[in-house]
């Protein structure tokens, strides 16, 4: 199992930046994509950001040239720099990462989505 640990979240002002990390431990074969997801009160979960492990980035049209995801495969981690925040960007932030736990799985292809327990981002002033 590959379990999912995010940080960085809290209460920010309009126009200000906050940083989320998410970092995977665990039984990890191998990891796919890695994104963020977010859910407001009383919406659907929506994709925020993502990044393979190799390729181009993708993000919501909503947070482009204000968000950049990144990852550091040595650590397992994938990073979210949000920038120019708006109150709509209120949210609970998810982390997910598609994975391999170990190479059995790996060789029937056979990837499983984790999700971290989400971190509350809170734009405000």
């Known amino acids: 199992q590959v379990q999912l640990v995010e940080s960085g979240g809290g209460l920010v002002q309009p126009g200000g930046s906050l940083r989320l990390s998410c970092a995977a431990s665990?039984?990890?074969?191998?990891?796919?994509?890695m994104g963020w997801y977010r859910q407001a009160p009383g919406k659907e979960r929506e994709l925020v950001a993502a990044?393979?492990?190799?390729?181009?980035?993708n993000y919501a049209d909503s947070v482009k040239g204000r968000f950049t995801i990144s990852r550091d495969n040595a650590k397992n981690t994938v990073y979210l720099q949000m920038s120019s925040l708006k109150p709509e960007d209120t949210a609970v932030y998810y982390c997910?990462?598609?994975?391999?736990?170990?190479?059995?799985?790996?060789?029937?292809?056979?990837?499983?989505?984790?999700w971290g327990q989400g971190t509350q981002v809170t734009v405000s002033s």
């Open positions: 997910n990462a598609n994975a391999y736990s170990r190479y059995v799985d790996y060789a029937w292809r056979r990837s499983v989505d984790y």
């Open positions: 665990g039984s990890i074969f191998r990891i796919n994509a």
């Open positions: 990044i393979p492990s190799g390729g181009s980035t």
